[in-house]
């Protein structure tokens, strides 16, 4: 069966500071990868989304950006973090078919 | 375009009464629909869909929705709620543009009080 982690699962850092969260995806190939953003009280924001090794598309302009440097990694990141960028981040990941699939998501406090 | 709109942001309800969460979407082709559950602090997890095939779709826990397509909805409902079903609810629906990319509404909170 497929899983899905991220890491970590909490984090409290500086504005200023760099960013990275990783999403890791096991039991399937190529499969579909999305960032959302869930800021405190309202609903999901995809941030980006990968079909394949080394394609990313953003859906909106922001001070983050993502990689997928293997098949199953998904990384977003950001060089210098700004305290609205704080939210519950969640990865997800889709077979040839439009369900999508959840981590259990990063928790980014940006103090 | 597209759109998903949820009417009601929170919902309380007794515990074993019914419950109907609304859900309407614009589109102008054919959709895919589904309801995820979100419960604090966790990921959100996909309680039913709607592909094709039968309107009426049930999931394992006793949620079911109906897709209607006249009326742009997939409303959930449920006859009776228990405790544990206190949760943020969202529906969503397929994005025309492709990429297996789906469109969320904002959510609702479920409150079941005893």
């Known amino acids: 069966s497929q899983t899905i982690h991220q890491w970590p699962a909490t984090l409290v850092q500086p504005v200023g500071s760099p960013l990275s969260l990783e999403c890791t995806v096991e039991g399937t190939s190529n499969p579909n990868l999305y960032w959302y953003r869930q800021a405190a009280g309202r609903g999901l924001q995809l941030l980006f989304y990968?079909?394949?090794?080394?394609?990313i598309s953003s859906e909106v302009p922001q001070n983050l950006s993502a990689s997928r440097p293997q098949d199953r990694q998904f990384i977003l990141s950001s060089k210098k973090l700004l305290l609205s960028d704080s939210g519950f981040y969640l990865c997800a990941w889709s077979p040839d078919s439009y369900e999508q699939y959840f981590g259990p998501g990063t928790r980014l406090t940006v103090t | 375009a597209q759109s998903v709109t949820q009417l009601d942001s929170q919902v309380p309800v007794f515990e074993e009464a019914p419950v109907e969460l609304r859900c309407n979407y614009s589109s102008s082709v054919s959709v895919y629909l589904f309801w995820y559950v979100q419960y604090p602090n966790q990921g959100l997890q996909l309680l039913l869909k709607y592909l094709s095939g039968s309107t009426l779709v049930e999931s394992i826990n006793g949620f079911e929705a109906e897709f209607n397509k006249s009326q742009t909805s997939f409303h959930l409902r449920k006859p009776s709620v228990h405790i544990s079903d206190t949760a943020e609810y969202f529906c969503a629906v397929s994005d025309e543009g492709g990429y297996n990319k789906l469109i969320f509404g904002a959510g609702t909170r479920l409150a079941v009080h005893p």
């Open positions: 990968s079909v394949g090794i080394g394609q």
